[in-house]
């Protein structure tokens, strides 16, 4: 049996240890010393020199006891803000933050189920094959961790992350891809009182463009928005300089190249029709990733759900994670649900019957 009371205590004990995304280094010394108590084998690669965190990614390794392929576990380190001093509250089964930061079930709970998994299967003498660990930093913003995880060390063909909203028994199998565009508009200064007709308004200009722009729900497999607007100082101005950050994402890479370039298209049309310049950067975040349900990597996680009682069920996202990055690499990854409720929010909670039901799918994976 997972034993419940452990697992909370530790996702609380892990919760309390903030790791704000680049400043992940107190909890990774603590899943450092955690897992080699385990008796595995912990490698900390050098993914923080690059990404500008205190610590680099986590990869630990369980020597199999039984001739298996490796299977890949996968959770990210770092939370979002704000997400220092976590106190967390449990009240009628369900783990809440004070109200006052998140609670980090996004992904501590992940990480704290595959440690008690693992406990588990030590504990009971259960045979099991290689079982490999990655425990990213930089996850939230852009999945740097896994972009910058040092491949080299992982055997691992098949991979579960343990970063996603819906129950215990969601897979998620299909994920966008991501366009971040960030452009400069430049417009022409000018005295707002005396002389408006001899400056060129970069705020009108990003205004006209982002009006022309097919936002938000763009089909079923597509979404696009601006999401940050900077410019301007003063009243009496106009405004010579406005920054306009958006991201596009889909499911389809032709649907995203399309949308992309329309978002571009809209900008550089109002430049030309206000005389303005603009600068524009467009970076692709990350690939989308597609496997099929019937995959083995699928297959297993419905054979454990069947062996537990657990709804399986298959499911797109419009989100990212690190399982985007693992298949980009050669790893056919899926990511399952966990139940994070209202990640991101300062009423994020998760259900200890999830948390318990997560572990034992883990298990049954492991074995």
Known sequence: MINQERLVANFIEMVKVSSETRKEGDFAKKLKAILEELGLEVYVDNAGEVVGSNTGNIIAKLKGTIKKEPVLFCCHMDTVTPGVNINPVIKDGTIYSDGTTVLGADNKAGIACIIEAIRHIKEENIPHGPIELAFTIAEEG??????????????????????????????????????????????????????????ISAIVVAAHAITNMNLLRIDEETTANVGVINGGQVTNIVCPEVEIKAEARSLNIEKLDAQTNHMVKCIEEACEKFGAKAQIDVERMYGPFNVKEDDEVVNKVKVACEALGLKFYASSTGGGSDTNVLNQFGIKAVNLGIGERKPHTLEEHIHIKDMVDVAKLVVELMK
Do not use: W
């Not at 992350?161 to 430049?186: E, T």
């Open 142 to 199: 852009g999945l740097f961790g896994a972009k910058n995880l040092d491949y080299s060390r992982i055997n691992s063909k098949m991979a579960y992350v343990l970063d996603s909203g819906g129950d215990p028994g969601q897979v998620v199998i299909k994920g966008p891809a991501q366009d971040k565009i960030v452009a400069k508009i430049i417009g022409k200064p000018a005295h707002a009182g005396v002389a408006p007709e001899e400056g």
